[in-house]
């Protein structure tokens, strides 16, 4: 049962648009949430993070929003960048031991 | 620099041949973990090791064991891969206490 959902398989976006990228996740018992870049070929690189006692956390042109009532959390780019197309997972943890991944979202930014 | 590698990057093996893939890290975190993604699917957890404590998800296969000799490595074995156990596998570590994972460039496995 999937636990972490990213229901938008793709987007695309202009250069310089904002990119929001979103993720539902099921188990309130979640702590902790992390967003993952993933190019071709290689491992997913850690992006951001955010506790459940926060609801927005930025870094950059990146800021993670979350909503525990509604148990999503979104991932904000702005302004989107041609080096931000890649694979963007989102991934949930409890206790900070396992993690959950969604299916990834494919970003593609349109020069 | 610090950080886990995977090898090899690519294997192909044939049905029911067993294969041995590695992980090795130079970070000296004490958790460990394989992860199994399959194309537009989630990365799955295998199991985890924290420390020497193996750790394995119920509905990971008997097929897949998994081996820690020391901090540094850890080792996933497939006893009899299936056509259905082409994937991406994913080796990932985190130091107790921290709560990100570094991941390798993972083993792409192909079962002919």
């Known amino acids: 049962d999937q636990q972490v959902k990213q229901n938008s398989p793709s987007l695309s976006v202009q250069e310089g648009r904002i990119s929001i990228l979103n993720c539902d996740y099921t188990n309130s018992m979640f702590d902790y949430f992390l967003w993952y870049k993933k190019y071709p070929a290689e491992g997913p690189t850690f992006l951001i993070s955010i506790s459940s006692i926060k609801d927005k956390n930025e870094d950059g042109r990146f800021t993670v929003f979350l909503n525990k009532s509604a148990k999503h959390l979104s991932l904000h780019i702005v302004p989107s960048q041609p080096g931000d197309s890649a694979v963007y997972f989102c991934a949930a943890s409890r206790t900070g031991n396992q993690f959950y991944f969604g299916t990834g979202t494919s970003l593609t930014v349109i020069p | ?112």
Not at chain 2, 22 to 38: A, D, G, I, R
Not at chain 2, 88 to 105: D, E, I, K
């Open chain 2, 1 to 112: 620099d610090a950080m886990v590698i995977q090898n090899p990057r690519y294997q192909v093996t044939q049905f029911g041949k067993p294969v041995t893939l590695s992980c090795s890290q130079t970070l000296n975190h004490n958790v460990m973990y394989w992860y199994q993604q399959k194309s537009s699917q989630a990365p799955k957890l295998l199991f985890h090791y924290y420390d020497k404590d193996f750790n394995n998800e119920a509905d990971t296969p008997d097929n897949f064991q998994s081996r820690r000799p020391n901090t540094s490595f850890c080792f996933l074995d497939i006893r009899s891969p299936g056509l259905g156990d082409a994937a991406m596998y994913l080796c990932a570590t985190r130091m107790s206490g921290a709560n990100v994972l570094t991941f390798g460039a993972g083993s792409r496995l192909t079962v002919l």
